[in-house]
């Protein structure tokens, strides 16, 4: 079998410029999550598995440079259950703002959390608070890949730096302290906490014919708590460490992305108010994002 490789004029020894500005073409984009959860002796407790579907417009606003994605489809399967969708995301429209940090002046870069309140599945089955806070990570998700680490930054190093193979950047989103508020469901106070965050190219490779560089990322030991109430007005705190890291796969051309993987570790316990028992729980999550179509 042979494949087709569309090499483009770039010189695949370096050094490399990431310092322009992504081609803005339409695109298509699928991204698959998978979690799997552990007790701490090993034994599996339950699995849950997101297919994101997601189109790309760029320049939709009269005001130019402003890019606005419309969900195809999220696709949510829990353990061993047939997949289900969640009707009220399909076909959402909304518009990505890298300036939005979740504060007063609107949600984190544009992305309503209110939108997923009261999600079903197309059986008509309201969905759990856990299973729709994970629907919104999932975009939280595609716009680390694909916005954060792999456009070039105004302020400290980023990809743009990047110059030779082997050569290694500490990211600025390193050791920052991040809010995971969510609506009501998750209380202020809560936070995630990056480790030291690093951006590595570490090669070159093909993907789908085109010509990318494998830019490997890694945030180090990072820290996570959450404060959740529940309806007697108690509340349960969650705080463990997280690892997590992956490889993203930027096309040489236009510097946009053409795949992206994440493999996270997530040790965590759990207290109740007035409760003397803790839970405790390992999970794992895997992505893999690809550009389709």
């Known amino acids: 079998m042979t494949t087709?490789?569309?090499?483009?004029p770039v010189d695949l020894r370096g050094p490399f410029d990431f310092s322009f500005d992504r081609k803005r073409?339409?695109?298509?984009?699928?991204?698959?999550t998978k979690y799997v959860h552990f007790q701490l002796n090993g034994r599996r407790v339950g699995k849950e598995s997101y297919a994101l579907n997601l189109h790309y417009d760029p320049e939709t606003s009269p005001a130019g440079n402003v890019d606005q994605y419309t969900v195809s489809e999220l696709q949510l399967q829990t353990n061993d259950s047939p997949p289900v969708t969640i009707p009220q995301?399909?076909?959402?429209?909304?518009?990505?703002?890298?300036?939005?940090?979740g504060d007063e002046r609107g949600p984190l870069w544009g992305?309503?959390?209110?939108?997923?309140?009261?999600?079903?599945?197309?059986?008509?089955?309201?969905?759990?608070?856990?299973?729709?806070?994970?629907?919104?990570?999932?975009?939280?998700?595609f716009h680390?890949?694909?916005?954060?680490?792999?456009?070039?930054?105004?302020?400290?190093k980023g990809i743009q730096d990047l110059k030779e193979i082997g050569q290694r950047i500490v990211h600025p989103a390193s050791f920052i302290e991040a809010s995971v508020k969510f609506v009501n469901e998750i209380k202020p106070g809560s936070t995630f906490q990056n480790g030291e965050v690093s951006l590595e190219l570490k090669g070159v490779s093909v993907?789908?014919?085109?010509?990318?560089?494998?830019?490997?990322?890694?945030?180090?030991?990072?820290?996570?708590?959450?404060?959740?109430?529940?309806?007697s007005g108690k509340e349960s705190v969650t705080e463990g460490v997280d690892q997590y890291k992956g490889d993203i796969y930027v096309n040489l051309v236009t510097l946009g992305v053409r795949k992206a993987t994440l493999d996270e570790h997530?040790?965590?316990?759990?207290?109740?108010?007035?409760?003397?028992?803790?839970?405790?729980?390992?999970?794992?999550?895997?992505?893999?994002l690809r550009s389709v179509g």
């Open 4 to 8: 087709t490789v569309d090499w483009a």
């Open 89 to 101: 995301l399909r076909n959402w429209t909304y518009t990505f703002n890298p300036t939005l940090s």
């Open 144 to 156: 680390s890949f694909n916005d954060i680490f792999t456009r070039p930054m105004k302020f400290g």
């Open 266 to 288: 997530m040790v965590q316990e759990t207290s109740t108010q007035g409760s003397p028992s803790r839970i405790n729980e390992y999970t794992v999550r895997h992505i893999l």
């Open 111 to 141: 992305i309503s959390q209110e939108k997923f309140i009261s999600l079903t599945d197309d059986q008509e089955k309201a969905l759990p608070f856990s299973i729709r806070y994970a629907a919104y990570v999932n975009f939280i998700d």
């Open 207 to 231: 993907v789908d014919g085109a010509p990318c560089a494998l830019v490997g990322y890694d945030a180090g030991d990072s820290k996570v708590k959450m404060v959740i109430p529940d309806p």
């Open 25 to 32: 073409v339409a695109q298509d984009f699928r991204m698959e």
